[in-house]
């Protein structure tokens, strides 16, 4: 890319973002609000140099800049936002669908530590892209500018109301079964359930969902107040 040419673009990813999200179902809307979604990020070559970090362990979060690589290509004016009910449509421009014309999405997350004992690997708390999603930047986050509580933000004002989860004795034997290998496992099944990830015109009790946490399909059914977490399956 030559800095004079303001009509094409080539970016090169500095890293591919290690995520519990095997697929996009079941992801949480926006970062931060799964607290026990760790995202790792080791940086590629050229960038894998401990002075490219260099002072940003004095910040506690980070935006990352990213790509929709699984949406890449898919877009259109208008999208229908789950926070809407899924059948009222808005301008792409106002709101933060995956389904852009540029592939580019923005998470704040929580820095949790950078090692650069090998390269360089940065962890992360409250992610909400799948594995593997390509990064293209880290940028330190600046609450005097960037905090804005007076803002307006037009349909998404308000939390969405959450579910209560509730574990079967199965899947709590399961989540303990599972401890060494995941120690957040069952906190982030609750983080991830309680968001009600179910498609906004989905309301089904008798309907069973999979959502693929690590290396495990976690089943549960809702009944449009509590999420019942029935069990735990390999993939
Ligand atoms: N915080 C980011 C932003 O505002 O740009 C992402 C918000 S977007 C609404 C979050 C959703 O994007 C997730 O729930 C998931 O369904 C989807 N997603 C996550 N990673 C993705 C990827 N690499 N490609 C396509 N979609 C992705």
């Known amino acids: ?54 002072g940003l362990e004095a910040f506690s979060h980070v935006w990352l800049t990213f790509v929709f ?44 530590s950078i090692s650069t004992d090998e390269g360089v690997v940065l962890t992360f708390s409250g992610v909400d892209l799948v594995d593997g999603t390509p990064i293209l930047d880290i940028k330190p986050y600046i609450p005097y500018v960037e905090s804005q509580p007076d803002a307006r933000s037009g349909f998404v004002s308000g939390e969405p109301a959450r579910l209560q989860v509730v574990f079967s004795e199965l899947a709590e034997q399961q989540c303990q079964r599972y401890q060494t290998r995941y120690p957040e496992l069952r906190a982030l099944i609750v983080d991830v359930l309680t968001q009600d990830p179910r498609p906004a015109y989905a309301d089904d009790p008798a309907r069973r969902y999979g959502v693929r946490l690590y290396t495990l399909d976690v089943k549960w059914r809702c009944d449009g107040q509590s999420a019942f977490v029935e069990s735990l399956d390999s993939l």
Request: glycine content about 10%; aromatic content about 10%; proline content about 14%.
């Open 69 to 112: 690589h699984q949406t890449a290509g898919q877009w259109s004016p208008t999208v229908r936002p789950p926070r809407l009910g899924g059948n009222q449509r808005i301008g792409v421009f106002a709101c933060r669908s995956p389904f852009r014309p540029n592939p580019l999405g923005l998470s704040l997350v929580q820095l949790r």
């Open 1 to 54: 890319m030559t800095a004079a040419d303001p009509t094409g673009f080539t970016f090169q990813p500095i890293g591919y973002l290690q995520t519990p999200f095997a697929d996009k179902f079941g992801i949480p809307r926006q970062p931060t609000l799964a607290p026990h979604a760790t995202g790792v990020l080791k940086l590629l070559p050229p960038y894998d140099r401990a002075e490219a970090v260099r």
